[in-house]
């Protein structure tokens, strides 16, 4: 049923397999044997993909209802469960290599029956089908039925390294987000900073204008918590950033019943509660 439906809802074997991190032979496979057990043809394999036919709409249709259900009877049956096993936490990449793990991993000492996994991905996972139990997102969630707390807010900074300053202002050369990001406010701050000046890298991901401003290449607006405190940077005096975007730690309420996933909400929320001077800048020196 689940190989039909991500089929169903990609329309490609390709599609559905990387959905269900199987081969894509496998998803063949398994519909091929769902139609054969039914006695009804579910898709036409068509050039371009697999699209289902009306029979298969049908089926669709009452397979997604048997899939919410599912996914319901699972969230519920955390509610019993106790501190052991595993909690999928979201959250933006750099937020969850640079912040989270150095921050949580030491609160397991107080709860060894759990395992973490922290994922990062710049999309919001799908909190109602099970695709992660807490996100740490950077927007409120617009999805109906789901539980968001305020975590704190991110503020952003000018930094280098260290003596890249020092060189004449009309010299400084600049690393920001490509066009698929140029409308976040901390880069039309940058931009606004730069007015003109060259940018010698762009790219999407915060991880290489971190390391391009490390070695040496430019001036990147970053986060505070990824600039104060390293060696390899310093920052770089500017008016202050205006830019103050809000962090949620954001759940579906049915899995707040779980003992597990609520320690480690609580783990969250005292881990940015601590961070929080940090996180706004509130607290770092020469921004």
Excluded at 23 to 33: L, Y
Excluded at 62 to 91: H, K, N, P, W, Y
Excluded at 120 to 145: F, Y
Aim: neutral net charge.
């Amino acid at each position: 049923m689940r190989h039909f439906l991500a089929l169903a809802r990609h329309g490609s074997l390709s599609g559905a397999a990387r959905r269900l991190a199987v081969e894509h032979s496998t998803v063949a496979r398994r519909v091929e044997a769902l139609e054969h057990a039914l006695g009804v043809r579910l898709f036409d394999r068509l050039p371009r993909g697999w699209t289902l036919t009306p029979e298969g709409e049908t089926l669709a249709e009452q397979a997604g209802r048997m899939e919410d259900e599912a996914l319901a009877f699972s969230r519920l049956a955390l509610g019993v469960g106790t501190l052991q096993g595993t909690v999928r936490i979201s959250a933006p990449p750099v937020i969850a290599s640079h912040f989270l793990v150095p921050r949580l991993l030491p609160h397991r000492e107080a709860w060894p029956g759990i395992t973490l996994d922290i994922v990062g991905e710049s999309r919001e996972a799908n909190l109602a089908r099970g695709e992660a139990d807490l996100a740490v997102r950077l927007s409120r969630p617009s999805a109906a039925g789901l539980v968001a707390r305020p975590l704190g807010q991110l503020g952003y900074g000018l930094y280098a390294a260290p003596g890249y300053a020092e060189q004449p202002a009309d010299a400084w050369q600049f690393l920001g987000y490509d066009d698929s990001l140029r409308q976040v406010p901390q880069q039309q701050w940058l931009d606004g900073i730069a007015a003109g000046r060259r940018f010698i890298l762009r790219s999407n991901d915060l991880a290489a204008l971190l390391h391009g401003a490390r070695g040496g290449h430019g001036i990147a607006a970053l986060p505070h918590f990824l600039g104060a405190g390293d060696p390899a940077l310093a920052p770089v005096a500017a008016a202050p950033c205006p830019t103050l975007r809000p962090i949620w730690l954001v759940m579906h309420p049915d899995v707040r019943r779980s003992p597990r996933v609520r320690t480690v909400a609580d783990a969250l929320l005292s881990v940015f509660s601590e961070a929080a001077g940090l996180l706004s800048g509130e607290t770092v020196s020469g921004t």
